[in-house]
């Protein structure tokens, strides 16, 4: 493993690719495949390049109009096309040592981002991942309920299916539960927080930030992710911030995490220098008002990639 530390590494980095996702299959309403326009228009781009960064907007991954779907998979044919053509992007542009930039769409497209950051990290080590969502995403094609994929994911890079989410012809390097870490979660299934606890995840619910606070979970998160691993990869769900300050996701769950929280958990992860790569997802500008939530959004990554107040 390369001895340099992360944060040494991370501390280098001046480029940032942007990559758009325009979907919304792996999720049960449309609007979603809008989130990425909607983070632009909240002035990302220019606010990176005042941060001192140089920004490559990638455009975006646009889904075939049609494609099959199984039972349990609804859409699978439309999602792992999706998600094929993600892990060459990022891939892409982990190769020329930029700073990837996932912009959803539904949640759905972490398997192709995570299964590419994985993969590019195998000969180095480990990556460890931070699922900041109301939501698990651990189901699979038997325990899931709806059948829609964005509720997938987490399970499949972790190598507990689906497995054909993140097999694109590679093989996929799957990311140990020792080093995975579900924050502000308050919306499980039954069976898929069963599946959890059978595959040792660490989570923190919302009810452990209500007793801890924010900043012990956040501290002990980053420790587990990155400890003994080359970096962290963010994935953020907005649905894991109470529809009080962010109302634009299709999946709102009432009582998630202040604004507040979620931009300290953004910034501790800034400090830490451990982070490698992000997504942000599930911004729906159909359910939104003026725009609040791709705000917020586009906030959220700033402070991840290390803005600071004073």
């Excluded at 494609?67 to 792992?80: A, D, P, T």
């Excluded at 994985?118 to 709806?146: F, L, M, P, R, V």
């Excluded at 919306?187 to 606890?197: P, S, T």
């Excluded at 982070?275 to 008002?289: K, R």
Aim: some cysteine.
């Amino acid at each position: 493993m390369n001895k340099n530390t992360v944060g040494d590494k991370m501390s280098k980095i001046k480029d940032i690719d942007i990559i758009g996702v325009q979907i919304d299959f792996g999720a049960s309403h449309k609007g979603v495949a809008m989130g990425p326009l909607a983070i632009r228009y909240a002035g990302l781009g220019p606010s990176l390049r005042n941060m001192g960064f140089i920004v490559h907007d990638k455009g975006d991954i646009i889904p075939p109009d049609e494609g099959m779907s199984l039972r349990n998979m609804i859409n699978f044919e439309q999602v792992n096309d999706t998600n094929s053509k993600l892990y060459a992007a990022v891939t892409d542009t982990l190769k020329t040592g930029h700073f990837p930039i996932v912009l959803g769409g539904d949640h759905s497209i972490a398997a192709g981002s995570v299964s590419a950051v994985a993969k590019h990290y195998e000969s180095e080590g480990e990556i460890g991942i931070i699922w900041i969502d109301a939501h698990a995403d651990w189901n699979d094609d038997k325990s899931t309920i709806s059948g829609n994929m964005h509720g997938m994911p987490f399970s499949a890079v972790c190598g507990y299916g689906p497995n054909s989410m993140v097999n694109f012809g590679q093989t996929p390097h799957f990311v140990s539960t020792a080093h995975c870490v579900q924050v502000a979660g308050h919306d499980f299934d039954v069976a898929e927080a069963q599946r959890m606890k059978e595959a040792k995840m660490n989570v923190f619910t919302t009810s452990d930030i209500d007793k801890r606070g924010i900043c012990d979970v956040m501290k002990e998160a980053i420790e587990i992710a990155g400890e003994g691993t080359v970096g962290i990869h963010l994935s953020f769900d907005v649905d894991a911030i109470t529809p009080e300050y962010a109302p634009g996701t299709g999946t709102p769950v009432p009582n998630g995490i202040t604004a507040r929280e979620a931009f300290l958990a953004v910034e501790m992860l800034a400090q830490s220098g451990k982070l490698i790569s992000m997504d942000l997802v599930e911004v729906n500008p159909i359910l939104d008002e003026r725009n609040k939530t791709g705000m917020l959004a586009a906030e959220l990554v700033q402070l991840a990639l290390g803005k600071k107040i004073y």
